[in-house]
């Protein structure tokens, strides 16, 4: 009867660490799935990593400044939120992240000709930017390189979605 009751507890024990686990790390885990998303160009896979309605509402108030700033700033959230609302769609989102090297196509092929690119020599080590991990309390994480961060907020137990970039 002891040797059973051991062996309940250290397999709930095991739930528990892997459970934990999970949590912890699935920031990581959705950074990934989100690179892949944009290297393959699945819109609907990188939707779902993304809190569209938070990542304009973020970047109007960075543009529109601190409330207070001045006389302008209702002039400047306005025009900021006209220009947030045409610009912040997935395809836009995506292009960023591709280009600001967060996801790099892997390859060098053209699909029209089969040939190889000449033009553009994959990057080295040292001229890719390196990209750190930091997390900010215990629903914020944020991935950032030289150029831009990128803010992921917790959705649920262990769901992070893109709410803010930090340039």
Do not use: C
């Not at 459970?19 to 989100?34: G, N």
């Not at 006389?71 to 769609?89: K, M, N, P």
């Not at 900010?136 to 950032?144: H, L």
């Amino acid at each position: 009867m002891a040797r059973q009751s051991k062996s309940i507890s250290t397999a709930a024990l095991a739930v528990v660490v892997a459970v934990a686990a999970y949590w912890y790390w699935s920031p990581l885990l959705v950074v990934h799935q989100m690179k892949e998303a944009v290297r393959v160009h699945d819109v609907e896979a990188f939707n779902s990593h993304v809190d569209f309605p938070a990542l304009r509402e973020n970047m109007k108030d960075d543009m529109a400044g601190k409330p207070g700033d001045d006389a302008l700033t209702g002039f400047g959230r306005l025009l900021g939120g006209v220009v947030v609302d045409a610009l912040v769609r997935p395809e836009a989102v995506m292009f960023v992240l591709e280009h600001g090297e967060f996801a790099k196509k892997r390859g060098g092929r053209h699909e029209d000709r089969g040939e190889r690119e000449h033009d553009e020599a994959p990057p080295s080590g040292e001229d890719r930017p390196k990209w750190v991990t930091e997390r900010d309390g215990v629903n914020r994480y944020i991935v950032r390189n030289d150029r831009i961060a990128l803010v992921f907020v917790r959705h649920g137990f262990a769901d992070w979605k893109l709410s803010g970039f930090l340039l």
